[in-house]
């Protein structure tokens, strides 16, 4: 279908597209090279078999944004999925011209944002669904079931977790476009296999190593992003743990362990269930309501639809509105609800609903053919719907007096401006922010050939548009934040440059270096240089960081500045 895939190019060429988080900026350095020796062929929790693909893509062409590239098309594949299903869905119901003008409005108010706002994890979620979505409105046809079976593979390979929570957000929808459970019961018994599958082959396939990454990161994660866990340091090396985590500091591992991990931090269910479930829910219900309120009045709206049209389909309906609430309130409270999650989770919602509202209760094995070969004479029927005519075919359509769809009409004309307008805004704030950060890396890269040594200047990596490569040029890059500073390729890289894998010693090593043409290249944030120094204060060692120029006022760089060594004379 080219109609997603015209607004999705008018998206990218006319708003632009940028990265949601770090994490996908983070990917492509590490697929790319410039945060290790060389190209990193794979990565524990991420885009399982991709990255082998492309780490050699970018060893042949370092010049190709390949890993924007590669999600690019995968979206435009979810896009392709998503519309067709919409499209056969809405077909019987409406006239071609209006047809064409509901799907541009899902685009704009459900859908625009997972091409503005770019991120892996939208592609997984979606990805999974939608082809669980496509295959199930086609049941006992071969063809689809191996796209669907294809597409939610894919998806896996991406971000396991989140194509198996898509998977399972599509299990409603498929059931209603299938017609009955048990149409859909070969497609859903062959994605849980295939599922089971994956799962066990990864877990038979895991070494040593990405296990204990995988597992610190689960670990790290109860801390910093779901604030489960709470610190009780007992001694100064405690409370150097706990401070190195808070900055996200994740490479040093004689401070932050597996030991600091299981001793110091404790789950505590009073003040979690007290205090932080409450705010967490109350943040994300506010942020809701600004960032989805047409999402949401639409699933209102065809909530009301349902109950006035479908008396016989309440009782399971209410169970699947209780279902899809109840999941965005655990991820919200117990783990997190970004908006690479809820939206993509909205939108499956919204779908379900328009299944529930518009599809057959029943069907035959040839029903979906029969709604494709009729929509020419559904559509002449529904047009002839003002004379009067037809109107036993639009019985899913409530009826509203003149004065009604007049004020409907206008409030969705409000609705749909508002949302224009904050979308407009929102890429003003992204563009901004990606020449920010553009500036800050152009800086950052002058010295070609030296060490720059990264501290807090992960979120440099947000807002950069994905369809271009982002470089330091020839030299190498050690990251001390963020989840790729515990990857094994920072180790392998601190061996290579001063001999040692432990973080503290390379860094005392490259502290000793002053020849102007091998000394390192500090960028740091304040927080991370205070850290920092305590820690090389703490062997000994007669160094200090320092700002390169104290007195000069902030600019592009904003918090991040460049530092320099300066040896503190022994008393």
């Given amino acids: 279908m080219l109609l997603p895939l015209l607004l999705a190019l008018g998206v990218v060429l006319g708003l632009g597209s940028y990265f949601e988080t770090s994490d996908d900026g983070s990917l492509a350095w590490m697929f790319s090279g410039v945060l290790a020796r060389q190209p990193v062929a794979s990565v524990p929790l991420y885009m399982h078999g991709y990255g082998h693909l492309l780490a050699a893509a970018y060893t042949a062409a370092p010049a190709v944004p390949w890993l924007g590239l590669l999600l690019g098309g995968l979206l435009a594949l979810t896009s392709a999925l998503w519309f067709a299903v919409l499209e ?50 086609r049941p006992g046809r071969r063809w689809p079931l191996l796209l669907g079976l294809g597409a939610l593979l894919a998806a896996w390979l991406i971000r396991p977790s989140l194509a198996g929570l898509g998977a399972a957000a599509a299990v409603p929808v498929a059931v209603g476009l299938a017609g009955s459970w048990r149409r859909a019961v070969p497609l859903l018994l062959s994605a849980g296999l295939l599922l089971g599958l994956a799962f066990g082959v990864a877990v038979l396939g895991q070494t040593p ?34 401070a190195a985590i808070s900055l996200w500091l994740l490479g040093d591992s004689g401070v932050v362990d597996p030991v600091l991990h299981s001793e110091v931090y404790r789950f ?42 479908r008396r016989n389909r309440r009782r399971g309906f209410w169970l699947v509105q209780a279902g899809f609430a109840l999941v965005l309130i655990g991820l919200a409270g117990i783990l997190k609800l970004p908006p690479r999650l809820a939206l993509p989770l909205l939108d499956c919602w919204l779908v379900t609903n328009l299944v529930f509202w518009l599809h057959p209760a029943k069907t035959s094995a040839d029903a979906c053919e029969e709604m494709a070969a009729v929509s020419a004479t559904n559509s002449s029927r529904i047009a002839s719907s003002s004379t009067g005519e037809g109107q036993e075919e639009m019985h899913v359509w409530p009826k509203f007096s003149p004065v009604l769809r007049y004020a409907g009409a206008a409030a969705g004309l409000l609705i749909i401006s508002l949302y224009a307008a904050k979308t407009w805004h929102r890429h003003h704030v992204l563009q ?125 760089m904003g918090t991040v500045r460049e530092y320099r060594v300066r040896r503190v004379p022994k008393p």
Avoid at 298 to 308: C, E, F, H, I, S
């Fill in 88 to 137: 056969r869905l809405l077909r019987p119901h409406v006239p071609p011209g209006c047809l064409m003008l509901l799907l541009v409005v899902f685009f704009g108010l459900a859908w625009l944002e997972h091409w503005l706002w770019f991120s892996h994890a939208r592609v997984a979620l979606l990805l999974a669904a939608g082809g669980l979505m496509f295959a199930a409105q």
């Fill in 209 to 242: 190593s990405d296990a204990q990454v995988q597992a610190r990161d689960g670990q790290l994660a109860r801390i910093l992003d779901y604030e489960q866990l709470r610190s009780f340091p007992r001694t100064a090396a405690d409370s150097l743990g706990t």
């Fill in 268 to 309: 505590d269910a009073a003040d979690f269930m007290g205090r932080v479930v409450p705010a967490k829910l109350a943040q994300r219900a506010g942020l809701l309501l600004r960032d989805y309120f047409p999402v949401l009045l639409a699933l209102l709206a065809t909530a009301g639809a349902v109950w006035y049209t």
């Fill in 432 to 556: 901004e922010e990606r020449q920010r950060h553009e500036e800050v890396l152009t800086i950052i890269s002058r010295n070609v050939g030296r060490v720059r040594v990264l501290a807090g200047t992960n979120d440099l990596l947000k807002s950069l548009t994905p369809f271009r490569t982002y470089s330091l040029g020839p030299g190498p890059a050690l990251l001390l934040t963020g989840w790729p500073a515990h990857d094994t390729s920072q180790t392998r890289l601190r061996r290579a440059l001063t001999g040692t894998a432990d973080q503290t010693e390379c860094l005392r090593r490259l502290a000793r270096q002053h020849s102007p043409n091998l000394e390192p290249l500090w960028f740091l944030t304040p927080e991370t240089v205070a850290w920092l120094n305590g820690r090389l204060g703490s062997g000994g060692a007669p160094v200090q960081l320092v700002p390169q120029a104290p007195s000069q006022r902030p600019g592009p």
